[in-house]
């Protein structure tokens, strides 16, 4: 059982995306969630994160006035809206629970790749 994430696409800097995470309800529900990004030849690293009754959404600083993170639990899927992106935000992008715990090492999928160049 895995996350699958779609959305990913080419845009030039300026552009915006919605990226979204589907998966189980059993192992969606119940969980704070996150979104990842991982560049070529860098870790995975943090970008946002909700709250499994989303009321609550942390995003990384360096996003923060760009990004933001939604999810609807009728419908298992965890959102990703990006505005103005820049060339650095060029990576693949994974969600998964928060913390990604060794528990939910196996619920990785293969993310979406968001490419932003002119």
């Known amino acids: 059982v895995q996350f699958v994430e779609s959305g990913g696409d080419s845009v030039q800097p300026g552009g915006s995306l919605k990226l979204s995470c589907t998966g189980p309800?059993?192992?969606?529900?119940?969980?704070?969630m996150g979104w990842y990004r991982q560049a070529p030849g860098n870790q995975r690293d943090f970008v946002a994160a909700?709250?499994?009754?989303?009321?609550?959404?942390f995003i990384r600083e360096s996003v923060r006035d760009r990004f933001s993170i939604s999810r609807d639990n009728e419908k298992n899927t965890l959102y990703l809206q990006m505005n103005s992106l820049k060339s650095e935000d060029t990576a693949v992008y994974f969600c998964?629970?928060?913390?990604?715990?060794?528990?939910?090492?196996?619920?990785w999928g293969q993310g979406t790749q968001v490419t932003v160049s002119s």
């Open positions: 909700i709250s499994w009754s989303n009321t609550t959404a």
């Open positions: 309800g059993n192992i969606f529900k119940p969980f704070d």
């Open positions: 998964n629970h928060y913390p990604a715990s060794a528990a939910s090492q196996d619920y």
